[in-house]
């Protein structure tokens, strides 16, 4: 239980509000929270909201999706009610949530006097911080301190910090002084566990090649370590900031992999490896270390090739196989390697039908056919081969007005669509249909109208609608209606002009907003 300031009992050390479209980060959020042992020397200090404890306690996360509700529900009141701070993930999908604004809301009105933290995960505070986080009690206007998580910011150890500081009521600075010296005494113990482990691995290794009877067991426990290594190892050091020892440990276990006779392997271990190695290129993709990353992708692609060979119709084997043939073929794509990448996406493609196939009810087969169809569609844009990408283009909008149907609350799944017609719309433009691009445009403006129109604050729908709003200009001044250009362009630039007058320091917007005026000056200039 937790002591709140009031001196009554809180079941919840607190909880997080969320849109569904944060799960992932509002799933990091409470595993970071409820891992989080707050150092021992602040421990048992009177603080604002009582003694210092050692954990922050049980985080409520509510798991189910309110769309189809009218209200809170019970569970969420009740949590709300016996909770000791309330911590609001803020991002553009947030701050557009009603049922985040009914949380904070009813949270203040259950607790006036217990905290209510801004963790800012993405966009810019005007559109990610919900109304009434800027708004106190009373309805007067605020500007909140957040934990700024975003890149570049805060980062995630100092914003984890500000949350758990503000949580338990005790100074910023006592927390971050305290928390580093636990710090480098977990790195010292942490670096010596990687050492012994990677000597204990190399060890392990060369009994399994002294006798054939003992092989197996030893290569089984080879491969517990290297996949501690590269589960709760990869975590607990990526938390200290141990990088250095982490591209260690997956070089050594990348090598070990190399050198494996795949025929002989079972499935299972196969597959262990597969996973464990896909984690080693997301590092490195991560780290935008691109050599590191290929080397990865390569060697889980020769895995999952050889798992396919044995089970090829496996779902999830084909999905793993999939995900590597992807990953090989964006790293070509990214470095304008389209020959290379060709083949990758191809195949990539071809998994996600035989996806559809195996399981035409797992989300995932369609899913996988929209994005491998969206691939092909843009490496055949770059390749110039435009007939090609007019049909995949097309392909790839289908799907995904499918997928878009099938959940039709989902404001992501329309944005896609809005998304496809874009890709579309400019494949006829290469293909010299601009009538067909034309008329994709409107249609992308009039959905994305409808997307705002629902949610008029929604500043991710507005963006997206004033480039959108761009594009159909420039589609009509080709086709001749040079004044109905001018028109749309000023209305675009002027929606623009009050974002970025909303959001002062948003460079982005200010670049954009300097694009478009200097559109709008060569239309004028060439219709006059």
Request: net charge positive; glycine share 6%; charged share 25%.
């Amino acid at each position: 239980m937790t002591i709140t300031e009031s001196g009554a009992s809180a079941r919840y050390g607190a909880f997080i509000s969320y849109n569904h479209a944060d799960r992932a980060r509002a799933r990091w959020l409470h595993r970071a929270l409820e891992r989080y042992r707050i150092p021992a020397k602040l421990v048992g200090r009177e603080a604002a909201f009582g003694p210092v404890p050692r954990r922050l306690g049980r985080i409520f996360r509510d798991l189910d999706e309110l769309s189809a509700a009218s209200d809170l529900s019970t569970e969420v009141r009740a949590a709300l009610a016996d909770s000791a701070c309330l911590i609001v993930v803020c991002t553009p999908a947030g701050a557009a949530s009603q049922w985040v604004a009914r949380e904070i809301a009813l949270f203040r009105e259950l607790h006036p006097d217990r905290p209510v933290l801004a963790a800012l995960f993405a966009g810019e505070p005007a559109e990610a911080l919900p109304l009434p986080l800027r708004r106190t009690a009373a309805g007067a206007e605020t500007e909140p301190l957040a934990a700024d998580f975003r890149e570049g910011k805060d980062g995630r150890r100092l914003a984890l910090l500000k949350l758990v500081a503000g949580a338990v009521g005790v100074p910023l600075d006592a927390l971050v002084q305290r928390d580093a010296q636990a710090r480098v005494r977990r790195v010292t113990a942490v670096t010596a566990l990687a050492i012994l482990l990677l000597l204990a691995m190399a060890g392990l290794t060369i009994l399994a090649v002294r006798a054939r009877g003992e092989a197996e067991a030893r290569r089984a426990q080879a491969e517990g370590l290297v996949e501690f290594m590269l589960t709760d190892l990869r975590g607990r050091l990526k938390e200290v900031g141990r990088l250095d020892v982490l591209r260690e440990a997956n070089a050594r276990a990348l090598r070990y992999y190399g050198e494996q006779d795949l025929a002989t392997l079972p499935p299972d271990v196969l597959a262990r490896r597969a996973r464990a190695i896909m984690t080693m290129g997301e590092d490195a993709m991560e780290a935008k270390e691109t050599p590191r990353a290929r080397a990865a992708f390569l060697q889980a692609n020769r895995i999952t090739h050889a798992l396919i060979d044995r089970q090829p119709n496996q779902y999830d084997i084909v999905f793993a196989h999939a995900q590597s043939e992807f990953y090989l073929g964006l790293l070509h794509f990214k470095a304008g390697e389209l020959a290379a990448a060709e083949p990758h996406l191809e195949a990539y493609a071809t998994l996600a039908h035989r996806l559809m196939a195996i399981n035409p009810v797992d989300p995932r087969s369609s899913e996988e056919i929209s994005y491998a169809t969206g691939n092909l569609c843009a490496l055949r844009m770059k390749q110039h081969v435009a007939d090609r990408a007019v049909i995949l283009c097309s392909e790839a909008l289908h799907i995904t007005e499918a997928i878009a149907r099938r959940e039709p609350n989902s404001e992501q799944r329309w944005r896609d669509v809005a998304n496809r017609q874009g890709w579309l719309a400019d494949a006829q433009i290469d293909a010299g249909k601009p009538d067909a691009a034309l008329e994709l445009r409107r249609q992308q403006v009039a959905l994305l109208k409808r997307l705002l129109a629902q949610d008029p604050r929604n500043a991710l729908n507005r963006r997206v609608l004033i480039w959108a709003e761009r594009a159909l200009a420039s589609g009509e001044y080709r086709h001749g209606d040079s004044a109905g250009a001018v028109r749309r362009m000023r209305a675009a630039i002027a929606d623009l002009r009050t974002m970025t007058e909303a959001d002062t320091e948003n460079q982005e917007l200010a670049a954009r907003l300097g694009e478009m005026k200097a559109e709008l000056s060569r239309i004028e200039g060439k219709s006059e």
